[in-house]
């Protein structure tokens, strides 16, 4: 195949539903020649809740949807998958692949002063220990704070961003991690950058906020020139997007996310039947 055959394949990117498009958004911004082909698993969604053994079968069915479609790399937009499953991924690919952990330890970590990182995510993605047992790879002195954040799914999801009660929430949730002085803080769940100023609120803004979508977009942009694979065409990039269910719901709220329409958003059935 020609490389120009091969660098004009899209980007395959999955999630367990809505939230990876803060990484498409990213992806868009950073890359904005790149086809992109987005799956999210909304009939199955949340991952960040689910055992490790259910999220690893689901990984499976991403993927393989994803390589249906012929892409040149996937990202796992997912942060639960990311924690839990990225070798799944890597077994079944025989493509360049990222999640969004590593990137955003890496960006954590360039931004710290005082080596106190706090982390934010799902159950699931907390639990895993992923962010933490990488910022100690990355550094042994590292002090990690961890906290589950379950609330902040659904009420981005309502477009409840800016209210009182989700400023209280967020105060409750974040208390524990101001009192340990952090000065950087990873939004470990792809729903969270859409709090960013409701977050920088409740915390005064004494603490930088790491977007592991943005540091995961210019990861992607690396690898994809360490891999030659770079679409050098400069026309309006493909963008397609799929889901495993409900997708009006996923059109209507999916623009929250990608900060513009997104077009047509087909329905797939994955998995076994």
Known sequence: MSKNAINSKAIGVFDSGIGGLTVVRALLEKLPYENIVYFGDTARVPYGSKSAQVVREYTQDDTDFLLSKDVKMIVVACNTVSAVALDVVLKRANLPVTGVIIPGALAAMASTKNKRIGVIGTIGTVNSNAYKNELKRLNH?????????????????????DLKATELIAS????????????????GCTHYPLLKQTISKVTKGMVTLIDSGEATAATVGAMLDEHGIRNTSKETPNVQFFVSD?????????ELFLGKKLGVVRRVQIGKH
């Open 141 to 161: 002195s590292t002090n990690v704070f961890s906290k589950a954040c379950p609330l902040f799914v659904p009420l981005v999801e309502e477009g409840w961003l």
């Open 246 to 254: 409900a997708p009006e719901k996923f059109t209507s709220v999916g």
């Open 172 to 187: 409750e949730y974040l208390f524990p991690l101001t009192i340990e002085k952090i000065d950087t803080l990873i939004l």
